[in-house]
């Protein structure tokens, strides 16, 4: 049976984390590309969260892994002050490279039907 309480609390967080990124100075995190929370996965004692984090443009992954963790411990006090949760989980971050793979697989795709269409009309 899904737990919809978790469910309901990994939305909250990463609303109010998405919101919070955007007001962080960090320049590691601000270099130019566009940062996106994209799922959060809290664990069931609320004592930890891994969020995931999609970026577009230039960046350095190292670099904004950095930052992303410094700014970890602003960012857990915001979520505590915006969400009234019994526990405020410890926030682990992973670039989730999932629609960057989703333009790759499409791109792919296209060429593919480009090759086919220039067959078709040989």
């Known amino acids: 049976m899904p737990n919809h309480h ?4 990994n939305d909250d967080i990463r609303r109010v984390l998405a919101e919070k990124l955007r007001q962080v100075k960090d320049p590691r995190i601000q270099q130019g590309a566009m ?3 994209t799922h959060t996965e809290t664990t069931s004692d609320l004592r930890h ?7 577009l443009g230039q960046y350095d992954e190292k ?4 930052g ?3 700014v970890g411990g602003y960012l857990r006090r915001e979520l505590g002050r915006s969400l009234d949760l019994r526990y405020t989980p410890e926030l682990t971050f992973v670039l989730d490279d999932s629609i960057a ?3 790759y697989i499409n791109k792919l795709i296209n060429d593919l039907e480009l090759q086919h269409d220039d067959n078709e009309s040989e």
């Open 68 to 70: 992303l963790k410094s």
């Open 63 to 66: 670099q904004m892994l950095r």
């Open 101 to 103: 793979h989703g333009a």
């Open 49 to 55: 969260c891994k969020v995931y984090v999609s970026v």
């Open 35 to 37: 940062l996106t929370v």
């Open 6 to 9: 978790i469910d309901r609390v």
